[in-house]
């Protein structure tokens, strides 16, 4: 059984940072593409960043470049979203997914938007993230 878990929301400053994660059990996570969405309050889902299994690329919305970073964590079947330089308008719960048991072809990007939200067939139960002074 394929199972997703999300940890590492957390209330911080304005500025600061949190790592959110997304480990895996019963899938080989980085054989497979994973998205990070995320939901504010009153505002619909919206694709953060993503990366490719089959070659490793990154992807990233414009609002969060140079702020967020996502990488796998092989050892720990973990894919990783490193958030610097938090923002309020960061503030929501974060969920993580994966195209698995349909990886894309190899060098198909993923969209950091989410426009191919279709494509993923498991979901993290999500993380809260809260940026407050």
């Known amino acids: 059984q394929v199972q997703l878990v999300n940890s590492g929301g957390n209330s911080v400053q304005p500025g600061g940072s949190l790592r959110l994660s997304c480990t895996a059990a019963?899938?080989?996570?980085?054989?497979?593409?994973v998205g990070w969405f995320r939901q504010a309050p009153g505002k619909e889902r919206e694709g953060v960043s993503c990366?490719?299994?089959?070659?490793?690329?990154?992807y990233y919305i414009d609002s969060v470049k140079g702020r967020f970073t996502i990488y796998t964590d092989i050892a720990n079947n973990t894919v990783h979203l490193q958030m610097d330089s938090l923002k309020p308008e960061d503030t929501a719960v974060y969920y993580c997914?994966?195209?698995?048991?349909?990886?894309?072809?190899?060098?198909?990007?993923?969209?950091?938007?989410?426009?191919?939200?279709?494509?993923?067939?498991?979901w993290g139960q999500g993380t809260l993230v809260t940026v407050s002074s």
């Open positions: 997914a994966t195209d698995y048991p349909y990886p894309r072809p190899y060098g198909t990007p993923c969209s950091p938007g989410g426009e191919d939200v279709s494509e993923y067939h498991h």
């Open positions: 990366i490719v299994g089959s070659d490793g690329q990154t």
């Open positions: 019963g899938i080989t996570l980085h054989y497979y593409t």
